[in-house]
Structure formats: C-alpha cells, structure tokens
C-alpha cells in the first residue's frame, strides 16, 4: 500500500481543525494542498495501480510527477482531524499534466478540492520563485475579509495598512499582499489571475471572499495567515475604539525595521 508520511497528514489535520476554530473555514470553505516529497511516501512499488485519476483541466506539466496531499470538495474543515483517510487525498500527477491520480484517501469516493486546479498553478509559479515551496492555504479570516468591503482594493493600499498595524507584519511579508479583482471561484480564470500574482506576493486576497497564502511548509503558511489576520484584526479593534489615531508606525520606522530584519520591502510601496 501507498500512502504519505503520517506525520504530514497529522500536521494537515492540525492546520484545518484550527482553521475552522478560528472561523476562518466554515462549513465547507477553504482548501489546503501541500507537495509532498518522494521520501515521505512510503510502501512505493512502482507497478501500483492507481485507485482512479481526476481531470485537471489544464496543462500541469510543470508538475509532472509530484505528489500532493489535498483536501476534498465539499469538505468541513471540522471532520478532517478524525476522518482524514475520507476528507483527504494523496494525489501524483500525471505524466502529460492533465490529471492527477489518486494514491490514497478519499476512500468513500471524493475527490480533491475544486479549487485544486488554482493550487497547482499557484504551486507552479511559486516554485519559479523558490525551490523549496510546498503549501497553498486558501481560507476565509473574517477581518482580512471585511477590509476589502471598505477598503480601496489596491495592493499598495493593503499591504501598508496592514504592515502599519504591527512590526510583525513587514517582517513576515515584506513583499506586501496582493489583490485581484472579484472573481467567479473555481474557475480557470480565478485559477490564473492568483498564479500572476504569486509570482510577486506569497498571499493573495479574493476580494469579499478570502485569502491565498502560500509557503515552504504548514506551519510557515499557517503563521502567514495568522500575522495578516491579526493585522486586520487590529484595525477593526482600531475602528471599533473609534477609529482616531493618535499614533503610528512610520514609513522611515518601517525602513528601520526592514533594516534590522534583513527584509526589503516591496519597491514603491514606502514614501
């Protein structure tokens, strides 16, 4: 039998049940994938039959041959952690890049994530950027997600808002966040715009819907989300306090700790 390491499927059970406590996954929402090297599959035999295979719908080629560990459509974040050979499925892809074949889970029939397309060609431009990227975290964080009803959607807007509102934030994503216009989920088309976009930002924003964050591992992904939710989290705190600020981070006080970091932020984006 085939199946992946079972240290990250513990760790994606990890990920996903916190997610969802945190509301940022409700019921069905988000979907997480994560590249899974050849080492951490175990009882590999060559000749193995493949369980059944799923059109991708695109050319992924670029991937041909990786294995990934992706959660399923129409999925609760809730139940993975105590079902996760149904919830989750380890998937490798195919030679010619149009499907993706299924090795292990999903063993009551499912399959990955409609959104999974949108993964892999995130996945593949992030790789252009860094070798060592693995993971595509797509969620909802509640604050992130009301900015972008009263707030102008642009990137260099966004990304000093939410560095202004904790040092953390410059440090973890210098490069700032990108945005892409309101678009129809699960398409190609939502698919393609994130991957153009992952080739500058390591997370995206869906406007009125969520985030695309990607990293090298669960818990770097995971700790991304985390510090760009509670920078948002802090201006809805801001607003709520009455919204006059008295103080704040400077531009010049960003540069300093861009400097004492070893970051650079994103050209353009600091006066």
Not at 118 to 147: D, G, K, W, Y
Not at 169 to 183: A, C, D, H
């Amino acid at each position: 039998m085939k199946f992946v390491d079972a240290a990250i499927v513990k760790k994606m059970c990890e990920v996903t049940r916190e997610s969802y406590e945190r509301y940022w996954d409700e019921r069905n929402g988000g979907n997480v994938s994560v590249r899974v090297l050849p080492e951490e599959v175990a009882g590999y035999e060559d000749n193995q039959e493949v369980i059944r295979s799923f059109d991708l719908g695109f050319d992924a080629s670029r991937l041909a041959g990786f294995y990934y560990l992706v959660t399923g459509t129409g999925r609760y974040f809730r139940n993975i952690i105590h079902q996760p050979e149904l919830d989750l499925g380890l998937v490798q892809i195919s030679e010619d890049g149009k499907t993706a074949d299924l090795l292990w889970g999903f063993a009551d029939g499912g399959k990955p994530t409609s959104e999974f397309p949108s993964h892999l060609m995130s996945h593949m431009e992030r790789l252009t950027v860094n070798p060592e990227q693995r993971v595509v975290f797509h969620c909802h964080p509640t604050n992130l997600i009301a900015l972008t009803f009263t707030q102008e959607l642009e990137e260099r807007h966004l990304s000093r808002l939410l560095w202004k509102m904790q040092a953390e934030s410059l440090v973890v994503f210098p490069e700032g966040i990108g945005v892409i216009p309101y678009m129809t989920p699960g398409t190609r088309e939502i698919g393609q715009a994130t991957a153009k976009k992952m080739r500058e930002f390591q997370a995206v924003i869906w406007p009125h819907h969520g985030l695309f964050a990607s990293g090298v591992s669960l818990d770097e992904t995971y700790g991304l989300v985390e510090v760009i939710e509670k920078a948002a989290m802090i201006y809805t705190q801001v607003g709520a306090q009455g919204g006059v600020v008295k103080q704040e981070i400077t531009d010049q006080q960003l540069k300093e700790l861009a400097q004492a970091f070893g970051v650079m932020p994103h050209e353009g984006f600091l006066d």
